[in-house]
């Protein structure tokens, strides 16, 4: 992964964490930037960077409040999402009395966001995948994430309060496989997206599609319920449709493949 002799970073490991960190995260974000992520050496360097930041993120002792979940990182989630048609749904009123249900249950990989309520004949019954941001000063004081999901992504910003608001909010069993640190940021980190956005009220559902559509691993992406303003912010809104390849109004789905 690292250049040839002579290289900027041959001597990275020899230098002061102060020093090494910021260097390996510029060399990371150039990788990404050219060749780009579908280059197989980026994405061997981001499943290794994205070890690197597990490692300096987790705890020093065994966590054993994950509720019998199994933590999963990118590499992990790219595994799990391969292959599977994927469908995002809004939580909007109008699907819940659309009559979509059983139209959305039959996607591999049914996506949820956050505070969610199911009505079978609108929404559809099953959930692939969670994904919730954590929110206000003391997000670790929220409800218990109780919901059944194969996945949850918890999205959070700084570490020691993801770790906590995990810890305290999932519920035993309620889930089969929970998102590591290396995924609580997809935006802004540079193993990922590497964009420079640190604005909170980025929605979850456009962190949750942005990280879906970076993986690049599923044959189908809709968007169910989100064809109406205010589902998204207007930047929001505005990136899925330069990436819609088709918009059904008739059943309010805007597909990005």
Known sequence: MFPESGGPLRDLTARPTSVAVPEFTAFVQARMADPGPADPAVRRLLDLYGAYRRLVERSGMPDPLLGGSTPVGVGGLRGLVAGRTVCLVSNASEVAGSGLGAEIDGYDLVVRCDSFRLRADGTGERTGLHAVSLRGAAPWDGPAWTQPAGIRLVFGDPAAAWRRATRQRLAPGAQEHIGD?????????????????????????????????????????DLVGFDKPGRLR????????????????????????
Do not use: Q
């Open 234 to 257: 207007p930047e929001e809104a505005e990136w899925v449709m330069e990436r819609a390849t088709h918009v059904d109004d008739s059943k309010m789905r805007i597909a990005l493949r």
């Open 181 to 221: 640190a290396s995924l609580r940021r997809p935006l802004s980190d540079p193993a990922l997206l590497g964009e420079d956005c640190r604005d909170p009220g980025t929605s979850t559902a456009f962190t949750v599609l942005r990280l879906l559509d970076f993986l690049d691993v599923s044959p189908r992406l």
